[in-house]
């Protein structure tokens, strides 16, 4: 008797294995064909929109503001630039008048002689601006208060043969019970090498508050692209500069924002691309930021 049941349960787990088996077959097929339809994707132009990208530092130089008009996703022209606008910039003690540069249209600049002072906040208005191109006008304002920042005791490097690169290591001490945001950046000789959004490193002090950071990664210079070819090449003699900025909490969460909107995303469980907000006000794209910056710089040379 218990063989026949034995011999029943057999069979019944046998034709379950097989429908299983049909099954998890005819979705393999399925997705196969599914894989193969060409999908027409039609996507509509989009309205233009205002872009703020200006920064106020504690450098003493010419600083730049510059005003452009969005795109569209698969435009491959050059974003349109706005000209003949009046932008102020005002710090509660003196209000500055930036001029738009003859040769770069859209580039507003600061006097050569202008610098920041953390602690102070900084106010952009931007005038005589008609996005919509509708005859009317739109005041778009931002501002930024600017950070302190800790000196740097000192820079180190190392190279990674694994990974082809130069680290930059850092040697600073962080400020106890104050809550701080960090940017790096990194230039080769007098060459800035991380000139992009997605190419600067940024973090807070979360976990290292008041603590000593000793030899931490805090940038790095890549000799090769994705592709294999050689970018930049370092050899003995070369100076390493690396510049540590203190920026504001939204400046660092903004950056973020827009690190995980350009770098790389999985076609199938990723959503489509959007506008990272900004601090540009009536729906202006774009960030103002100010932030103060220390900077040392090591020459490279054969280690031991």
Known sequence: MNQRIMQKYRTIKNRRMKIKQVIWGLAVLLLAVACKEDIDLKLENTTPKFVVDGRITSDTTAHIVRLTMSADYYSNQQVPAVSGAKVTIDDGHQVVRLAESDGKPGFYLTPS??????????????????????GQTVIYEAQSTMQAVNDIDSIDYEYDDVDREWKVLLYTQDIK?????????VAKNDSLVSDQYSELW????????????SGEEVQSIKEEDEDGDVKITIKEGDWIRLFMCGVTKEFHEYLKAVQEETGYKNPMFSGPPANITGNISNGGLGYFTAYSVVTDSIQVHEKN
């Open 177 to 185: 019970d104050v809550e701080e945001y960090y940017m790096w950046a």
């Open 202 to 213: 940024t973090a807070g002090d979360k976990f290292f508050d008041g603590n000593y950071v």
């Open 113 to 134: 002689d202008y610098f920041g002072l953390p602690g102070r906040t900084y106010k952009l208005k931007i005038e005589d601006v008609d996005a919509n191109k509708d």
